[in-house]
């Protein structure tokens, strides 16, 4: 391998620069040509492909969102898309490749990979729904960001002695809003993993808060889960409280990334190329303990994470 090429595919998510630096930064510093490609695969396919030196990664450690660009390109799913990847890899020199994104992004590269180009895979998306690694990048800071705002929305909320219901992100998974119920004291939290009952899960709850005295209530609901408005208007005509729904939606994908998120992203951008200078090929590198660890593409791919139950009866035992 001479030439390493990265891209950021899916979702944008906060850290993907950090992981872009030190993935440009390692392949250098090991003598490689490093290439990015802009747009995900899109770019790959359009040659939309540029020269990287130590100095295109400067002053990006600490921006959201990624140089690169990223994108979906349902061309890409399709055996011409990846021929014609593969061509554009061929032509340009590009003889291994770094890919920051979710599970779609890494069965791009496995179909890469299966043509020849050694594929390298790492986890950015802020829903942490990817089920090899205990951390995604992006995912820290989705969650800070979310809290912050949650936080604003208590003091109002307590002001007023009203029901927010708060919808945040985290496409089917719900770590997101599991610890973002945790961290900002809701009273309920839904997940999509939990089939959830209005009476049980949100009326119930509410009722024997207020026995205690409690007038305002903090409502946490995942996206896709059930309207929050809507769960809204059905809190206010139940119980009297107003009640008012904010989603928090793309805001929560933006921003400076936290600590966490520099940190894994940096990391696991080393251990790509320290893979790749190993001879060590089509790998997906992921965050397990305080370990950055790697696994086959396949395996990755395969593997199931779920939500931590024993978490989901904390939440409620301590939101009375
Ligand atoms: P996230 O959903 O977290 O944003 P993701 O990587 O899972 O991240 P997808 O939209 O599923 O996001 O996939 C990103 C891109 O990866 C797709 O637009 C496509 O170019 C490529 N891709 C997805 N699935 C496949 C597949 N089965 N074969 C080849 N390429 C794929």
Redesign the pocket.
């Known amino acids: 391998i001479k030439t390493i090429g990265v891209l950021t595919?899916?979702?944008?998510?906060p850290g993907m620069n950090a992981a872009v630096r030190a993935i440009v930064r390692a392949g250098i510093s090991k003598g490689y040509r490093m290439m990015g490609i802009q747009r995900?695969?899109?770019g790959l396919i359009n040659g939309e492909v540029y020269e990287m030196n130590v100095r295109s990664v400067s002053e990006i450690i600490h921006r959201g969102g990624t140089i690169l660009y990223t994108?979906?390109?349902?061309?890409?799913?399709t055996k011409e898309?990846?021929a014609k990847g593969l061509a554009r890899c061929k032509e340009l020199g590009i003889d291994a490749l770094v890919v920051i994104?979710?599970?779609?992004?890494?069965?791009?590269?496995?179909?890469l990979a299966n043509q020849g180009i050694p594929c390298i895979g790492l986890p950015?998306?802020?829903?942490n729904?990817?089920a090899c690694s205990e951390y995604t990048i992006g995912y820290d800071t989705a969650m800070n960001t979310a809290v912050e705002a949650i936080d604003k929305l208590r003091d109002t909320t307590q002001s007023h002695d009203r029901c927010s219901v708060v919808e945040v992100m985290g496409?089917h998974a719900g770590y997101i809003a599991l610890n973002v119920g945790i961290a900002t004291g809701a009273v309920a939290v839904l997940l999509p993993e939990i089939p959830f009952d209005f009476e049980r899960d949100i009326l119930e709850r509410m009722r024997q808060t207020q026995v205690t005295g409690k007038k305002h209530f903090i409502i946490i609901v995942s996206e896709g889960v059930v309207g929050a408005q809507e769960l809204a208007n059905q809190i206010q005509a139940a119980t009297g409280v107003d009640s008012r729904a904010t989603v928090l939606g793309h805001i929560q994908r933006g921003g400076s990334p936290t600590v966490r998120d520099r940190v894994n992203a940096s990391l696991m951008g080393y251990h790509a190329i320290d893979l790749l200078d190993k001879g060590i090929y089509n790998r997906v590198v992921a965050v397990s303990g305080d370990k950055i660890v790697d696994y086959d593409v396949n395996v990755a791919l395969s593997m199931h994470k779920t939500i931590d139950r024993d978490m989901i009866e904390i939440a409620k035992a301590i939101s009375i």
């Open positions: 595919s899916g979702g944008d998510a995900g695969y899109n994108a979906r390109c349902l061309e890409f799913k898309g990846q994104g979710g599970d779609g992004s890494f069965m791009g590269a496995r179909a950015g998306t802020i829903d729904d990817i496409h």
